[in-house]
């Protein structure tokens, strides 16, 4: 189940469940909109895959399955490319 992580990791804004401008790569490293297509261009800067739209969870089915509240900030990894 994705984590679902609450914060970009370039730029530290939230980013809650419902969000429609968080993106995602295979290892669920998490980014807002602005970040990918300003400084990532689309490209996850830890393991160089894919950034995709991270799917939201119905708003029925976070008391069951919660989002994460673990926050990554790795600005320094954020640089623009």
Do not use: Y
């Not at 297509?37 to 976070?62: F, I």
């Amino acid at each position: 189940m994705l984590q679902l992580r609450p914060g970009c990791e370039c730029c530290d804004r939230d980013l809650p469940p419902d969000a429609t401008d968080a993106f995602i790569c295979t290892f669920e490293c998490t980014f807002c909109a602005s970040c990918v297509s300003k400084r990532l261009k689309g490209v996850c800067p830890n393991c160089g895959g894919d950034l995709t739209p991270r799917p939201r969870r119905p708003a029925s089915k976070l008391a069951r399955f919660p989002a994460s509240t673990e926050r990554v900030f790795k600005p320094q990894g954020c640089a623009p490319r």
